[in-house]
């Protein structure tokens, strides 16, 4: 029976997260406790400042259409903040504001990428990036994260797969769902390799960038020669708790933020005006409750490493940066693609099987911490008392 669909749907995956968030609401429907750690989404309300000033925007008027690229004055506050927070000089006409940030994973993949193509991506990792590629036509070239390095991408692996065919390298630090972060000198490296290909573009996730516990966050944008080279992907979901909001940018060489723009005028057409009102008061106004948040995390981050520890059958690294943990579940009595359902089901406990970051998350799971200590210490002791029944 002939198809209505495009055969490149068959290429489209999805974000697990939400589909096992949908399970664990089906089951509290039904009158289930469910301890949701499988979703990444701050568990703050978006600070009131930044809620004060939406507000005022939608009754001062800006509640129709803006141009595609952005309010000037966002693109202008944007770039502010990128060139002191990044180290580089940004313009306005470099900044494009999307509807989140994930819009310029597929726009700059639209906009560079061709059949056939190489793309080098982290893998486990975000997984819209596996699936924009093989939608696209391209090859995905994944570069494997290791317990043993940290989850840090591995320089020497980059340098090793970059061919004459690789287009795009897709870099995502801090990173989800691990945690790992790049040093400078594995930064380095892989600029070494790729500053003089002219045919080659480096995507720098970067949207956990304000979420690190241990040393400073850098881009590789900042490295000589390399921010011409590289499209900065950042949003304010994460840092400001506005996933609902979805209000994201990219920052790239100007030739390559008209071709998004035109991406957004063509789907899009631009992002909602008082969002962006209220993203400039997220940029210049206080930071005290995005800095409280971390500290919060970071809290959480030691309840739940040593509580997973604790657990027969898994081992937990702590993660350098984001609401993430990547335990190893090697050791337990199951299946790791179906160690999540028995522990929703069982335990009561949401969390996504490391597989749904990619084939390379085989064996691990994850779980974002942002919950309350109270929720994780819960989840912690229905889980172990689960496992211990195996």
Request: proline residues 5%; charged residues 25%; glycine residues 8%.
């Amino acid at each position: 029976m002939t198809s209505i669909f495009a055969r490149r749907m068959q290429e489209l995956g999805t974000e697990t997260a939400f589909e096992v968030l949908a399970k664990a609401k089906a089951l509290e429907k039904q009158g289930h406790e469910i301890i949701h750690l499988e979703i990444g989404e701050p568990d703050f309300d978006t600070p009131k400042n930044i809620r004060d000033a939406a507000a005022k925007a939608m009754n001062s008027g800006y509640t129709h259409y803006v141009p595609a690229a952005g309010i000037p004055e966002f693109r202008e506050a944007i770039a502010e903040y990128i060139s002191r927070t990044r180290n580089i000089d940004v313009r306005p006409e470099e900044v494009v504001v999307t509807p989140g940030a994930k819009p310029i994973i597929f726009f700059s993949m639209l906009a560079c990428v061709e059949v056939g193509n190489e793309v080098m991506y982290p893998n486990p990792g975000f997984p819209i990036y596996e699936s924009m590629i093989k939608f696209l036509g391209a090859k995905p070239v994944p570069m494997v994260l290791k317990e043993e390095n940290n989850f840090a991408i591995d320089a020497d692996d980059v340098v090793e797969k970059v061919s004459d065919k690789t287009k795009m390298i897709i870099l995502n630090f801090p990173e989800n769902p691990t945690g790992g972060v790049l040093t400078k000198e594995s930064l380095e490296s892989i600029a070494d390799k790729v500053k003089d290909r002219d045919d080659l573009i480096i995507v720098s996730d970067e949207v956990y960038s304000r979420c690190i516990y241990e040393g400073q966050h850098r881009s590789i944008a900042s490295l000589p020669g390399m921010k011409k080279k590289t499209a900065i992907i950042d949003g304010f979901s994460k840092t400001y708790a506005m996933t609902g909001w979805r209000l994201g940018y990219g920052i790239m060489r100007k030739d390559l933020a008209e071709k998004i723009t035109q991406l957004m005028i063509n789907s899009n057409s631009c992002t909602c005006a008082f969002s962006q009102i209220a993203g400039i008061e997220a940029l210049r106004g206080p930071q005290d409750d995005a800095e409280k948040m971390v500290e919060q995390f970071r809290r959480r981050r030691e309840v739940i490493v040593s509580g997973l520890n604790r657990i027969s059958g898994m081992t937990c690294k702590k993660p350098q940066a984001t609401f993430y943990v990547f335990p190893n579940v090697k050791g337990v009595n199951m299946d790791s693609r179906k160690l999540p359902d028995y522990l929703l089901n069982k335990a009561g406990v949401a969390g996504l099987s490391g597989t749904a970051f990619g084939e390379c998350g085989e064996g691990y799971m994850r779980f974002s911490f942002a919950n309350s200590i109270p929720n994780i210490e819960k989840a912690l002791e229905q889980m172990e008392e689960a496992i211990q029944s195996l």
